[in-house]
Protein backbone atom coordinates (compact mmCIF):
# COMPACT_ATOMS: atom_id res chain seq x y z
CA UNK A 1 0.00 0.00 0.00
CA UNK A 2 1.54 3.45 -1.32
CA UNK A 3 0.23 5.43 2.27
CA UNK A 4 1.84 8.37 0.99
CA UNK A 5 -0.31 11.46 1.34
CA UNK A 6 0.14 15.14 0.12
CA UNK A 7 -1.30 17.18 3.23
CA UNK A 8 -0.79 20.93 2.40
CA UNK A 9 -0.78 23.78 5.28
CA UNK A 10 -1.83 26.51 2.29
CA UNK A 11 -4.88 24.15 1.60
CA UNK A 12 -7.61 26.29 3.30
CA UNK A 13 -9.66 22.41 4.39
CA UNK A 14 -8.15 21.04 7.74
CA UNK A 15 -5.63 18.54 7.63
CA UNK A 16 -7.88 15.83 8.43
CA UNK A 17 -10.28 16.87 6.03
CA UNK A 18 -7.60 16.59 3.36
CA UNK A 19 -6.52 12.94 5.40
CA UNK A 20 -10.06 12.21 4.68
CA UNK A 21 -10.65 13.37 1.22
CA UNK A 22 -7.38 11.37 0.05
CA UNK A 23 -8.28 8.07 1.51
CA UNK A 24 -11.36 8.31 0.12
CA UNK A 25 -10.01 9.11 -3.16
CA UNK A 26 -7.47 6.49 -3.18
CA UNK A 27 -10.15 3.58 -2.33
CA UNK A 28 -12.77 5.22 -4.92
CA UNK A 29 -9.22 4.98 -7.41
CA UNK A 30 -9.15 0.98 -6.09
CA UNK A 31 -5.43 1.66 -5.28
CA UNK A 32 -6.82 0.57 -1.48
CA UNK A 33 -8.41 -2.55 -1.62
CA UNK A 34 -10.64 -3.79 0.51
CA UNK A 35 -9.11 -5.48 3.79
CA UNK A 36 -6.09 -4.07 2.74
CA UNK A 37 -4.31 -2.40 5.87
CA UNK A 38 -4.20 1.44 6.34
CA UNK A 39 -0.62 3.06 8.31
CA UNK A 40 -0.96 2.95 12.01
CA UNK A 41 -2.29 6.63 13.62
CA UNK A 42 1.31 6.98 15.26
CA UNK A 43 2.39 5.92 11.44
CA UNK A 44 0.59 8.85 9.00
CA UNK A 45 1.04 11.24 11.89
CA UNK A 46 5.00 10.93 11.62
CA UNK A 47 4.96 10.64 7.95
CA UNK A 48 2.16 13.57 7.43
CA UNK A 49 4.16 15.58 10.17
CA UNK A 50 1.01 15.91 11.75
CA UNK A 51 -0.28 15.31 15.24
CA UNK A 52 -1.70 12.07 16.39
CA UNK A 53 -5.06 13.85 16.88
CA UNK A 54 -5.40 14.37 13.59
CA UNK A 55 -4.85 11.39 11.88
CA UNK A 56 -7.22 10.31 14.88
CA UNK A 57 -9.83 12.71 14.12
CA UNK A 58 -9.52 12.00 10.12
CA UNK A 59 -9.83 8.04 10.81
CA UNK A 60 -13.07 8.60 12.89
CA UNK A 61 -14.60 10.40 10.14
CA UNK A 62 -13.32 7.37 7.64
CA UNK A 63 -14.83 5.22 9.70
CA UNK A 64 -18.29 6.64 10.42
CA UNK A 65 -18.17 7.25 6.71
CA UNK A 66 -17.97 3.47 6.40
CA UNK A 67 -14.44 4.07 4.36
CA UNK A 68 -12.65 2.43 6.89
CA UNK A 69 -13.15 -0.62 9.70
CA UNK A 70 -11.09 -0.59 12.87
CA UNK A 71 -10.29 -3.89 14.34
CA UNK A 72 -9.39 -3.52 18.21
CA UNK A 73 -5.40 -4.62 18.48
CA UNK A 74 -5.07 -4.96 14.76
CA UNK A 75 -5.27 -1.53 13.33
CA UNK A 76 -7.41 -0.17 10.62
CA UNK A 77 -8.33 -1.71 7.09
CA UNK A 78 -10.44 -0.47 4.29
CA UNK A 79 -13.90 -1.46 4.70
CA UNK A 80 -14.73 -5.00 3.16
CA UNK A 81 -17.50 -3.90 0.89
CA UNK A 82 -17.07 -4.81 -2.84
CA UNK A 83 -19.19 -2.04 -3.69
CA UNK A 84 -17.39 0.28 -2.07
CA UNK A 85 -15.28 2.54 -4.80
CA UNK A 86 -18.86 2.35 -7.01
CA UNK A 87 -21.07 3.46 -3.68
CA UNK A 88 -18.27 6.00 -2.89
CA UNK A 89 -18.12 7.41 -6.68
CA UNK A 90 -22.22 7.91 -6.71
CA UNK A 91 -21.98 9.98 -2.85
CA UNK A 92 -19.40 12.17 -4.71
CA UNK A 93 -21.79 12.31 -7.63
CA UNK A 94 -24.60 12.92 -5.61
CA UNK A 95 -22.72 15.99 -4.33
CA UNK A 96 -21.16 17.16 -7.27
CA UNK A 97 -24.99 17.19 -8.55
CA UNK A 98 -26.76 19.21 -5.39
CA UNK A 99 -23.76 21.85 -5.97
CA UNK A 100 -24.80 22.10 -10.13
CA UNK A 101 -28.79 22.70 -8.84
CA UNK A 102 -27.67 25.29 -6.92
CA UNK A 103 -25.82 26.72 -9.18
CA UNK A 104 -28.31 26.44 -12.02
CA UNK A 105 -30.72 27.77 -9.37
CA UNK A 106 -29.06 30.68 -8.79
CA UNK A 107 -28.36 30.99 -12.32
CA UNK A 108 -32.43 31.38 -12.46
CA UNK A 109 -31.95 28.03 -14.63
CA UNK A 110 -35.35 25.85 -15.60
CA UNK A 111 -35.22 21.90 -15.21
CA UNK A 112 -35.79 22.00 -19.01
CA UNK A 113 -32.55 24.90 -19.84
CA UNK A 114 -30.44 22.58 -17.35
CA UNK A 115 -31.46 19.14 -19.30
CA UNK A 116 -30.60 21.08 -22.42
CA UNK A 117 -27.02 21.88 -20.87
CA UNK A 118 -26.06 18.72 -20.10
CA UNK A 119 -27.54 17.51 -23.08
CA UNK A 120 -24.91 19.86 -24.74
CA UNK A 121 -21.77 18.23 -22.55
CA UNK A 122 -22.88 15.07 -22.90
CA UNK A 123 -22.80 15.14 -26.80
CA UNK A 124 -19.72 17.49 -26.71
CA UNK A 125 -18.23 14.50 -24.41
CA UNK A 126 -19.07 11.25 -26.22
CA UNK A 127 -16.45 8.97 -23.78
CA UNK A 128 -18.10 10.48 -20.80
CA UNK A 129 -21.92 10.11 -21.20
CA UNK A 130 -21.60 6.55 -22.98
CA UNK A 131 -22.09 4.68 -19.73
CA UNK A 132 -25.21 6.59 -18.75
CA UNK A 133 -26.74 6.22 -22.72
CA UNK A 134 -25.86 2.88 -22.34
CA UNK A 135 -27.70 2.56 -18.91
CA UNK A 136 -30.97 4.86 -19.46
CA UNK A 137 -31.27 3.95 -23.41
CA UNK A 138 -30.74 7.35 -24.41
Keep these: MNAELF ?3 SDPRPMY ?3 VD ?3 A ?3 AGDWAAGEALPSIRELAAASRVSVITVRRAY ?3 ERAGVIATRQGKGS ?3 ERDDLPAALMREELARQLAALLASAARLGLTRKELHRLLDQTADANPGAASASTTRTGR
Design 77 to 79: VVA
Design 7 to 9: LSA
Design 22 to 24: QVT
Design 17 to 19: QQI
Design 60 to 62: DEL
Design 26 to 28: KVM
